[in-house]
């Protein structure tokens, strides 16, 4: 069997390390239009049900990832004149780019054909591939050239986003908001690696015009923000997008959803069929999970177009719930400084946060989170935590 994945991201490359797994004779091969070693963007946050299907389905990937990973405790929530509120939970994470290193250097090792720097817009040269798997991110080029066929329907976000990165490493998942002069603005901020964060700026369109982010230069914008949230970065810089490079990207969340996730023998997978507000951070966790699905119905089924249906069918309704709670999340957080301004207090909002992706919550939940705002009873449930961890990390071990 003969595949072409266009684009190396988590997708694409982990489809192929999964395919070329379950078949050593399957050729396959990757097409990437940027050089090797640079990527956009900055950590990759996710929780042990990826390390979970990471073991399973290519045990030297997960280890390396894992090696690679941090683990960010609890989550805080610092709303300015308010004492810090705190949330439990734990979360892995880790630089996009050292994903990227460690899915390249497996897929090479697996004999896997990969070509950096190599932008495909014709598939014409591709005529003899059984299979083409369209690994191409979120502005899909393959997706675009027939959007009517897949169905494709986009919902746009109405607030700014900056991905950054900031030489201060948060141990905890922290939200920083901040009233300034011209309203609210946020930072969501989690370990990226030793010394480093990954920092995400997020605010409403009064807010980006009223601080002046549509005049600003690179530079004026990054020290705007330090100055803006100077006590919660220790005085550290923040990183802007591309090292080297004098840019920064606003953006605005992005919702992309596809009626039908393949046409002939050209599938999408990742962003490419289906994305998520960065603020569940599920987008790679979700890329990882296509991957895993397409490459077992590849391997499963006597004929692609069987194997396509059937991996549509199974991964549709896990997307369709990742997407709804997506899009709450990205609503509440545009619904944010309307929250504030009816009640600013920190632990009311801490805990609006917590049920933002649809969860009703039991009355218990909320007794729970006004107790583990002390911290002796915050340490007690850490352990739990803790505990119900290192039970997961052993029946992984198990695998
Ligand atoms: C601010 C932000 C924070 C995020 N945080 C997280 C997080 O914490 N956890 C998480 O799980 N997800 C997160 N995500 C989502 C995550 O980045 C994406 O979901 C993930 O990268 C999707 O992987 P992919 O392989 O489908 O696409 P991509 O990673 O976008 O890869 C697509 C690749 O295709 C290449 N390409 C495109 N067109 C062509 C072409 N014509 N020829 C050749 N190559 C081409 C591109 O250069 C790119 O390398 C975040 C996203 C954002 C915006």
């Known amino acids: 069997m003969k595949t072409v994945c266009l684009g190396a991201g988590p997708a694409g490359l982990f489809f192929a390390i999964c395919a070329k797994r379950l078949d050593p004779t399957h050729e396959i091969t990757v097409y990437e239009r940027s050089p090797e070693g640079v990527t956009f963007g900055w950590g990759f946050g996710f929780w042990d049900d990826v390390l979970d299907s990471l073991y399973r389905n290519d045990p030297a990937t997960a280890r390396q990832i894992e090696a690679a990973s941090g683990v960010w405790d609890g989550i805080e929530v610092h709303i300015s004149g308010q004492p810090t509120a705190y949330l439990g939970g734990y979360g892995l994470s880790m630089g996009r780019q050292r994903l990227l290193d460690i899915l390249t250097a497996r897929a090479r090792e697996l004999g896997i ?5 190599h932008e495909i817009t014709d598939l014409t040269q591709f005529a003899d591939a059984d299979l083409i798997v369209a690994s191409d991110g979120i502005n899909s080029p393959q997706r675009a050239l027939a959007e009517p066929e897949f169905g494709t ?8 986003y900056l991905w950054l990165g900031a030489h201060k490493e948060f141990t905890a998942f922290s939200y920083i908001f901040e009233k300034t002069s011209a309203g609210w603005i946020w930072l969501h901020c989690y370990y990226l690696d030793a010394g480093r964060s990954t920092v ?13 982010f549509d ?15 100077e006590k919660h970065l220790d005085g550290h810089p923040l990183i802007s997008q591309i090292a ?31 994305s998520t507000h960065f603020s569940v951070g599920s987008g790679t966790r979700l890329a990882i999970g296509d991957s895993v699905t397409l490459a077992e ?38 619904g944010a400084p309307e929250l504030l301004a009816a009640n600013p207090d920190s632990v009311q909002f801490a805990h609006a946060i917590s049920k933002r992706l649809g ?23 850490g352990k739990l935590t803790a505990a119900r961890r290192a039970k997961r990390i052993k029946a992984r071990a198990a695998l």
């Open 244 to 274: 080297d490079v004098d840019t920064v990207s606003w953006l605005h969340g992005k919702q992309v959803a596809n009626a039908k996730w393949y046409r002939d023998n050209i599938v999408l997978v990742g962003d490419s069929a289906h």
């Open 297 to 334: 119905k590849v391997h499963e089924h006597d004929t692609v177009a069987a194997a396509l249906a059937a991996y549509d069918a199974e991964r549709r309704p896990v997307i369709a719930r990742v997407q709804g709670e997506a899009l709450r999340s990205m609503r509440f957080l545009e």
């Open 215 to 229: 005049q600003l230069g690179p530079s004026e914008c990054l020290k705007t923000l330090e100055k803006i949230f």
């Open 113 to 117: 054909e990969l070509h950096f720097e």
């Open 200 to 212: 995400i700026v997020e605010c409403p369109p009064e807010t980006w015009t009223g601080l002046g």
């Open 153 to 160: 329907s986009v919902e746009s976000g109405k607030n700014f």
């Open 359 to 381: 969860s009703r919550g039991a009355k218990w939940r909320y007794y729970l989170h006004l107790a583990t705002q002390v911290k002796v009873l915050r340490a007690a449930r």
